[in-house]
């Protein structure tokens, strides 16, 4: 293998561990289940490669505020990553310090999700634990809203200058999202359940979002199925959106 070779190995390398990185953090902050995470590709460059540099990067990128409350779900993950240590691996202190930091982390109902935009920028979330909790499903992100946030970000001239109605804004992944990254003129958040409205009331606060920012927000309490045409004229929407998802 020549010089020009061995350059061309060494970038396919270092843009394999930086994808790996890269999705490795977007799983973990956003609670994703285990088996998304890139193993894979991680068991084979630890039977090539016996250092621990890789598992010691990618901690760095696991690194997690000390204002957010850590859950099993962080254990767990850090855990599989001491389990997919290759034998003969150098020892790893930082690892061992990570699990002790979260071994004694207790269970709560609810949880810390940070979903990590294409442009650097992260929405955290505040969100239940279980799919279904207090009769309704809309206490989580569903793909569903991940899947509008991104077409979103792919069609950002979509919402220029317009007021935007978003129907069954949940937890409000998908509304963050699009007032963080579009230059739009107002955003009407909207759901039905009063749990539900609430906790979008925190995360919307939580993310430097209020009637004073640019574009201003506003959180209407609707019935998607139920509203008035005299709610809607109200309102004022230019542009209507929406996600659904199947149980």
Known sequence: MD?????????????????VLRNFQV???AMSRLMSFPWTFLEKELESNKSSDLISDILKQLTVSQTVPLTSAYM???????????AGCDPLDELYDALAEVVGAEDTTECY???????GDAVSLLENVALISEGT??????????????WALDHQHTF??????ELGSGVGLTGITICRSCSLNRFVFSDCHPSVLQKL???????????????TV???EMDWTAATEEQLKRIGADTIIAAGQYL
């Open 3 to 19: 010089h020009v070779e061995l350059n061309q190995a060494a970038d396919m390398e270092k843009f394999n561990n930086s994808d």
């Open 27 to 29: 799983s973990f902050f």
């Open 76 to 86: 767990l993950t850090l855990a599989c990553l001491h389990s997919r240590k290759a």
């Open 113 to 119: 999700k940070s979903y990590l935009l294409p442009g």
């Open 137 to 150: 499903t809309g206490l989580v992100t569903w793909e569903a809203a991940l899947y509008l946030a991104e």
């Open 160 to 165: 220029t200058g317009r007021t935007v109605l």
């Open 201 to 215: 009331r925190n995360n919307i606060q939580l993310n430097g979002l209020t009637d004073q920012t640019s574009p």
């Open 218 to 220: 506003s959180v209407e």
